[in-house]
T-cell receptor, first 115, second 110 residues
């Protein structure tokens, strides 16, 4: 019954590899997000999709590519992993709206460690 | 660049006291304000959302918003050790673009 689920929870891999993180929400929300939380605990928006359309694309290396096959799923693919990519990546979802932002519901996070 | 500022803390309060957490923001047109709690190693969880000036109460939590001063706060009454966590202030200006502060670490001392 998890509302926002991410897989995997932990990802340990070598520098230079390519990896993907998957996210699914069963809340019926139409907006999904990817955040990166670094070692200093700063939560920074990376991407946001509304009904499969990219609406937020922050300054992120183009090695990071999001993909939303439908409004309940948002995946994140990372090419050529670097040491600086080590962080916790959170997926979140909310109901969309142009005027009033709605609260976001977060997944449990994917802890990515680059060796 | 929209900014959301919080004192990183730690803010230490004795059990049973009122904890006061503060947040200022730079974008005058911000319309949506949220407080999230994040326990160590866990994901952020919503405590309160507030959209209008004034106070909003939910159990032991009260959010206060003053748009003229660009200031939002969270009061926790009768603080419990289980309230020890990092509290994140988040501010939105519409279109689901929400900016998070760096968080204030709260320690409730038994």
């Amino acid at each position: 019954d998890t509302a926002v689920s991410q897989t995997p929870k932990y990802l340990v891999t070598q520098m230079g590899n390519d990896k993907s993180i998957k996210c699914e929400q069963n809340l019926g929300h139409d907006t999904m997000y990817w955040y990166k939380q670094d070692s200093k605990k700063f939560l920074k928006i990376m991407f946001s999709y509304n009904n499969k359309e990219l609406i937020i694309n922050e300054t992120v290396p183009n090695r990071f590519s999001p993909k939303s096959p439908d409004k309940a799923h948002l995946n994140l693919h990372i090419n050529s992993l670097e040491l600086g990519d080590s962080a916790v990546y959170f997926c979140a979802s909310s109901q969309g709206g142009q005027d009033r932002d709605q609260p976001q519901h977060f997944g449990d996070g994917t802890r990515l460690s680059i060796l | 660049q929209k900014e959301v500022e919080q004192n990183s803390g730690p803010l230490s309060v004795p059990e049973g006291a009122i904890a006061s957490l503060n947040c200022t923001y730079s974008d005058r047109v911000s319309q949506s304000f949220f407080w999230y709690r994040q326990y160590s190693g866990k994901s952020p969880e919503l405590i309160m959302s507030i959209y209008s000036n004034g106070d909003k109460e939910d159990g032991r939590f009260t959010a206060q918003l003053n748009k003229a001063s660009q200031y939002v706060s969270l009061l926790i009454r009768d603080s419990q050790p289980s309230d020890s966590a990092t509290y994140l202030c988040a501010v939105g200006g519409g279109y689901q673009k929400v900016t998070f502060g760096t968080g204030t670490k709260l320690q409730v001392i038994p």
